[in-house]
């Protein structure tokens, strides 16, 4: 009975052991199935019975999808980090095309607008010419009272301002063919300044220019360097009606001369600063402003072999940046 009593018992615990080890080997088959692959198999391993052989295999098994798993998330991690390497690139490639379709439609238009100028300064021209001549002849005659010959030099004086107009709005649409020839670059900043800033802008506005010795004399354009100096300037002045701070300054970076223009006027947004460059594109009143001096200036820019760029936020002022390829002197 005794002996009976305890092979029972033996086969009690033995069976309780195996379905515990088969338990919790059972458990972590589950956990990993729900995606618990960084469980590992609790069941001894120990031992050469079939439980322990099952565990070692199932923890082989684990090991190695853990593995594939591993491999598995950092290949996707480098796709995706390619994946965001090539859609920025994509987003900047779309960004120079929408740049590249502005300045195209920029050009075409200036090319329009200059052919339009050169008719308009044909047609018109011509007569203002003949109307000019006409009245400088009755200007001349002896038999001319001081009273109207004082009224016959005004009409002659609007008859050259409108020829004058017409010329400078032929210069400002036509192509730019850039010479080259030592300038002295400090003259040409004052010149810009001279020609627009009037009385009471002096007043109003605090110049400061500076000159950097190495951009002192270089070999470039007078012409343009202050055309586009002068438009700059302008374009400061106006966004300053209330005064303000204006520096001009002129230095050398490597082998460019670099044209710095700055105000404290008003600034631009951002979407008036994406098109600031565009022909006709203006932010002043009606009959203010043509929209046509910053295109010129990227303009004169691009035919100095160069580029022109613009920092600006709202109420902290602009600061327009110029820089091309000029030799010393």
Not at 50 to 57: P, W
Not at 115 to 136: C, D, F, M, R, Y
Not at 227 to 239: G, I
Request: proline share 4%; hydrophobic share 45%; glycine share 10%.
């Amino acid at each position: 009975g005794a002996g009976l009593f305890l092979v029972a018992a033996f086969w009690i615990l033995l069976g309780r052991i195996l379905v515990r080890r088969v338990v919790q080997l059972s458990d972590t088959m589950r956990a990993v199935e729900g995606g618990a692959l960084t469980v590992a198999a609790p069941a001894p391993v120990e031992g050469g019975d079939e439980i322990a052989y099952l565990a070692r295999g199932f923890n082989r098994m684990l090991a190695q999808i853990r593995g594939f798993n591993e491999e598995l998330q950092a290949r996707i991690a480098d796709a995706t980090a390619e994946l965001t390497r090539k859609n920025r690139a994509l987003e900047e490639l779309n960004e120079l095309l929408v740049a590249a379709r502005r300045d195209l439609t920029a050009q075409e238009r200036l090319a329009a607008l200059g052919q339009l100028a050169g008719t308009i300064a044909h047609e018109l021209g011509n007569p203002l010419n003949a109307v000019s001549g006409h009245v400088q002849l009755l200007a001349r005659r002896p038999d001319l009272n001081e009273s109207a010959r004082t009224e016959v030099l005004i009409v002659n004086g609007e008859v050259q301002r409108m020829a004058q107009i017409i010329r400078r709005f032929l210069d400002q649409t036509r192509g730019f063919t850039p010479s080259t020839e030592p300038v002295e670059v400090e003259p040409l900043l004052d010149e810009a300044l001279d020609l627009t800033l009037g009385t009471e802008a002096r007043a109003k506005i605090q110049v400061q220019r500076e000159v950097d010795g190495g951009a002192a004399q270089v070999r470039t354009d007078p012409g343009l360097v202050r055309h586009l100096l002068t438009n700059l300037v302008a374009n400061a002045v106006d966004a300053m009606p209330n005064g303000g701070r204006l520096e001009v300054q002129a230095h050398r970076e490597g082998q460019d001369l670099v044209l710095r223009v700055a105000d404290t006027g008003s600034g631009m947004a951002a979407d008036v600063k994406r098109r600031i460059f565009e022909p006709f594109f203006t932010t002043k009143a009606n009959g203010q402003g043509t929209g046509l001096g910053l295109a010129i200036c990227k303009e004169i820019a691009r035919a100095l072999k160069g580029r022109i760029d613009v920092e600006s936020e709202p109420g902290r002022g602009s600061i327009f940046t110029v820089r091309f390829p000029a030799e010393m002197v």
